[in-house]
Structure formats: C-alpha cells, structure tokens
C-alpha cells in the first residue's frame, strides 16, 4: 500500500502497510528514512556523459528531497506510451481512427472507449478484441488467417500515420523524461524502452524528441520481439537478460495498470507517472506514483531517488 500526500502528486510506499492519508504533511517511519527523493544537477554541457548528483534535505512545493544515496539502478527500463509521451489519446487513437477511416470501415473509437480498449496489451491484440467483440466491418475478410493479415495491414498504415505526428513533433516529451535519462546515462545506469508498441514507432519516439545522441545509447524492446505482451512479464525479463542485469537491480517507469504489473512479475522496482488515460488506475502495487517525473524547479524525483527505492529493498 502507499502514503498519500493530499497536497502532493507524490505517493510514497510504507513497506506495504495499511494506506494513510495526509492532510499537508509527510512523515514517514524511522526505518523508511531512507525512501526520499534527492535533486540533481548537470554538471557538464555535455548532459550524456557527465551527470552529477548533488542533494540537500527539504520539503518544497509538496517533493521531498533528500541526500542521494549510494546504491543506483544498474538498469532503468522505461515504457514509451503514456511515460516518454502522453501520446494516446491525440496520437495513437487519431491514428487509429485516421486509419479506419481510409480503409472505409466505418469505425471511429471515441475518447472514453479507447480508454477501456487500453486494458488490451498491443495495437493488434486491441483491434482483433474489439472487432471481435463488436463484430467485423463488412469488407474484412472471413477466415482468422485472412483476417491476421488484415489486422497487421491496418497496423502498419497506423504506425505510418503516427510516425508523421512524431516527426513533426506535435506530440513532445513528458516534463523530466530527457533530465532522468541524462542523469541515469551520466551515471552509468543502462537505460531501455520496453514497450507493447510497433518497434518503429517506439524508435522514432527515441530518436527525433530524445535525439540521435541519446538514441544511441538507449536500447529498444517493443512491438512482437516477446510472444506475450503486458501484463506478461516477458518482455521487461528479455530486458534484463539483454542488458546483462539482475531484475532486482531494475527501476521500471510506468504509467498504467498492466505496465505495473508486469514489472511487478519480473521482479522488478516500479515507479508509476500517472498519463491522461490511467490517472484513476490502481497502483497500490507500485514503489512509488507520481503524476510526472517533472523538471526543476517542480521536479517529483530523479535518479537518486529510484536508488533509494533499490536501497530500501536491500535493507528490509
């Protein structure tokens, strides 16, 4: 269970005890003294490759700060949709829609809707459940073979149409997301996006808001690269394998319910910034729920924060 902070989009976990709402204040118990977010700072112009942790102990505009600590992740495994980017309702679903449209099958999906057809894992997998549910347009084809092939078409023109959003950056990243990322690659933290998105899509996401630079260092694991997708944990234990890292030694960001349960199932540390369509999702589970990572000087937590997570496990 978590501490919740009324006057702070923070939630801090309590070593799973019983959840307490505070009306302005945070206090947490000796042995969680710990559990506290630091700031940072750049130390060099060349934010890649130099990242200096700097702290102090505070409590500012409802974040609490901290001294850094001195374990950090070895990995820090991101999902894309929702974490780099809010990118689905005026992306994905515009997408989507656009796609249905060319196509001629009479199919648009509406905010709220597209909404409950995020609980489905992957583009496809979202598409054949609800056509499936619904029924098939009439100038879909009838065998499931046929059909699996249909799908896949309709998906590829939709990553073609959203690519074009991406790359004319109409869609921009998440505040923190380049600060952590910074940090983390300056400290020598392995970094990855694992998503359930079409591997392209992620990719173009990495490469044209984050820059080639950073591209360069981030590994991808999206799309079908894993047979099942979130909330399986397979995709984020192929992560760890690839990267040559302990799960236990992994800080997951994630921004929904089945993202947070598949980092759970690895074995891994999660931390949830809530996005436009998961705000009111469940995540009692989580290590910690922010509303964004956040920049300076309304920044929720940075690197040395997710270490602290990591120390806190070690000791308890």
Known sequence: MALRVSSSPAIFPSQRRAASILPST???????????????????????????????????????????????????????????????????????????????????????????????????????????????????????????????????????????????KLLPLRPGVEKLIDQALGNGVKVAVCSTSNEKAVSAIVSCLLGPERAEQIQIFAGDVVPRKKPDPAIYLLAADTLGVDPSSCVVVEDSGIGLAAAKAAGMTCIVTKSGYTADENFSNADAVFDCIGDPPEERFDLAFCGSLLEKQYVS
Do not use: Q
Not at 111 to 129: C, H, N, S
């Open 26 to 168: 945070l206090t947490l118990p000796n042995n969680n003294s710990s559990l506290l977010s630091s700031s940072s700072a750049i130390s060099s112009n060349d934010r890649t490759k130099s990242v200096t942790l700097r702290s102090k102990t505070s409590r500012r505009n409802g974040v609490v700060t901290c001294s850094a600590s001195s374990v950090l992740p070895k990995a820090l495994l991101f999902d894309c949709d929702g974490v780099l980017v809010d990118t689905e309702k005026d992306g994905h679903r515009i997408s989507f829609n656009d796609t249905f449209a060319e196509k001629e099958l009479g199919v648009t999906w509406d905010v709220d809707l597209y909404g409950e057809l995020l609980k489905i894992g992957g583009g496809k997998e979202r598409m054949t459940a609800y056509f499936n549910k619904v029924g098939w347009p009439e100038n879909a084809p009838k065998t499931e073979e046929e059909r699996k092939e249909f799908i896949a078409g309709l998906h590829k023109r939709k990553t073609e149409l959203f690519m074009v959003l991406i790359e004319k």
